[in-house]
């Protein structure tokens, strides 16, 4: 038998094979894929068909593990893939990344402003930031809590301008 006389006898039996796929997928588009999958299979492996051997049986066989094979395939897959329905914030969390080269100009522009900062501001301010209380930094710079309180204000009202465009828009 040449090549395409198996063509032939294999394209006789596509409608069969349409009906025997449907006990497989329940779905007429996957029945249609399944029985395309299995007539290039048959096609394409036509060397290892032996005369006298049962088409319809040896196409049966093919659509059968064509479909086995398929089905541990996206059951392997979906193993390994979650699903959109079952990720959790938590999951989207511990997922994420972070762009950390913009938090690197935001730390570069704030050491910039702190340290353009007269030392008056710029000490007790770091000093605060810092964890030192009031009554410890007036004590430390020896001068009365009210302008180390003042001086502090003016520090941070001096950042908040020059990094005016980091403010959050909501």
Same mark, same amino acid.
């Given at each position: %038998? &040449?090549?395409f006389?198996? &063509?032939?006898?294999?394209?006789?039996h596509s409608d069969s094979?349409?009906l025997?796929a449907r +006990?497989?997928?329940k779905?007429?588009d996957?029945? +249609?894929?399944l029985?395309?999958?299995?007539?290039?299979?048959?096609?394409t492996?036509?060397?290892?068909?032996?005369?006298?051997t &049962?088409?319809?049986?040896w196409?049966?066989?093919i659509m059968?593990n064509?479909?086995?094979?398929?089905?541990?395939?996206?059951?392997?897959l979906?193993?390994?893939?979650?699903?959109e329905k079952e990720?959790?914030?938590?999951?989207? %969390?511990v997922?994420?990344?972070?762009n950390?080269?913009?938090?690197?100009?935001? %730390?570069e522009?704030i +050491?910039?402003?702190?340290?353009?900062l007269?030392?008056?501001y710029y000490v007790?301010?770091?000093m605060?930031?810092?964890?030192y209380k009031?009554?410890e930094?007036?004590?430390?710079?020896n001068i009365p809590i009210g302008t180390?309180?003042?001086?502090?204000h003016?520090?941070?009202?001096? %950042?908040?301008?020059k990094?005016?465009?980091y403010?959050?828009?909501?």
């Amino acid at each position: %038998m &040449n090549r395409f006389e198996f &063509n032939n006898l294999v394209i006789q039996h596509s409608d069969s094979l349409r009906l025997y796929a449907r +006990n497989f997928t329940k779905e007429p588009d996957d029945a +249609n894929d399944l029985v395309q999958d299995t007539l290039l299979k048959a096609v394409t492996y036509f060397k290892n068909f032996r005369e006298g051997t &049962n088409l319809k049986g040896w196409l049966y066989t093919i659509m059968k593990n064509t479909f086995i094979n398929n089905y541990r395939r996206i059951s392997k897959l979906n193993s390994f893939l979650t699903k959109e329905k079952e990720i959790s914030p938590g999951h989207l %969390m511990v997922s994420a990344s972070y762009n950390n080269g913009e938090n690197k100009f935001v %730390m570069e522009d704030i +050491n910039s402003t702190l340290t353009n900062l007269s030392d008056e501001y710029y000490v007790p301010f770091t000093m605060y930031y810092e964890g030192y209380k009031y009554h410890e930094i007036s004590d430390h710079l020896n001068i009365p809590i009210g302008t180390v309180k003042t001086r502090i204000h003016m520090a941070r009202k001096a %950042m908040k301008k020059k990094l005016s465009s980091y403010k959050h828009r909501d």
